[in-house]
């Protein structure tokens, strides 16, 4: 320790005087300290106030610079002097440095830099604003050659992806065909995996996704597919869902999607296609993603549907019945209702039988493949009369949505649940779905949908409530007194965010109500007249107009 406080009191001289031989030497001597015990050679540092006198000593032409720059790469390992670090002026001289040719002076400035910043965001993104990132980008370019320096700009590029304030300055450089032409000269495991960590936080950006795809990242991927899906170790199995997982996240940008499809021709299509039959979990899964990314327009979704995917789709998820892989369950739910869409993809997916592989599910206990099972029969029946005629009178799927109905700790079960039971009678507008909905004891979540705070879902709520009252008020009266539908319709005529469909669709159902003898009987008592005649005078012409008949028909009545 004596030496160490010699060599810093002839740095601090030797600085002063500019000796580059003697500070070399102490600068030696700096490192040995660092290297034996590196804590409390640093404290030593900090107390005898060497830092601040380290800026002057990082120029470019010095031959001391790659010696300082790993001193306080070394120094700053340790949490507590990354502060002074920072307060000693250090961080824009050695940001400088990264200009520098001398490939031992950028290794070790970009410790410097990286051991300063490290998991500090605030840091990190004053280096971004001091346009590190193009500087690595072009580095990584020159000295690719080089592992050391390559490991230090990959390390950077990791810490620095996960701020979304670095991805435009990483989309504005050629970050994607470096990391590509990195990625095909490497034949180690842990190479590929250090390459993948930055791909992976920099494809959540769109212009970068296009950029992956441009540049050849997707052949790299299914070549990793190819090599690892049928080997065993440990690390095959950690490259096959890297790269399967990270191809699907490429289809989630719409643009680099619509180039992969290239028209349901793609190369890259067909071969994601060929994993659903596939034995491996993780590339079914996959590939049941990537269907479900490529089912996002129309014209994609007709094309698929009429080639034959939901065939495969569906032979996917019978398997999956008994085996139970729940994630691939609940991606192939994705895909198909996905495709059901487009509107003449409708009526070919039911004659395919996708309802009734679907109904398979409905003993599931987990609520994300409830949630996509619903949203998939939902899907299929709208317009479809006669599917949701027949699902409508399933006695045990209605069974089934009035008990989802009530699973408060999965609000999107919840709402699916209510949607899909308004949506069969909407769809069907059959006495005979009606009342295998009030058997069911639906009829009060209806009328609890008709108060959600989604618009949508309120109206949606009050067709199917306004269909009940006219196929088959008197079953339904029971169920409508005690769940205190009168009083839902006098709350929401009289409030005034209410949208003008939810006043009209109010109105409609007081009138169809009005047959039923205590629910003519409420509505006299709750004063309706004088929230519907002040209805008259609404800018909306189709809610006034109804205002004025549902007024004469309460006067009428009264």
Partial sequence: MDNLNDALAKLKLASADSASDSVENCLDCLLKALASSNTEASMKIQEMGVLPLLPTLLSPQSSCTPKVANVIAEVAKNEFMRS??????????????LNSTDQEVLLQTGRALGNICYDSHSLQGQLISMGVIPTLVKLLGIHSHNAALTEMCLIAFGNLAELESSKEQFASTNIAEELVRLFRKQAEHEKKEMIFEVLAPLAENDVIKLQMVEAGLVECLLEVVAQTVDGEREEDVAQLKTASDLMVLLLL??????????????SVFQRVLSWIPSHNHQLQLAGALAIANFARNDGNCIHMVDTGIVQKLLELLDRHIDEGNVTVQHAALSALRNLAIPVVNKSKMLSAGVADVVLKFLQSEMPPVQFKLLGTLRMLIDTQVEAADQLGTNAKLVERLVEWCEAKDHAGVMGESNRLLSALIRHSKSKEVVRTVIQGGGVKHLITMATSEHMIMQNEAL???GLIAALDLVAAEKDFVGADLVAVLHKLLSDERSAPEIKYNSMILICAVMGSEPLHKEVQSRAFIDVVSKLRSHENKTVSHQASLTEQRLTAQS
Avoid: N, R, T
Avoid at 86 to 95: D, K, Q, R, S, T
């Fill in 84 to 97: 002074p670090c920072v307060e000693a002026g250090l961080i824009p001289p050695l940001v400088q440095l």
């Fill in 253 to 266: 940008g719409d643009e680099s999607m619509q180039k992969l499809f290239e028209g349901g021709k793609g």
């Fill in 463 to 465: 067709v199917a409530l």
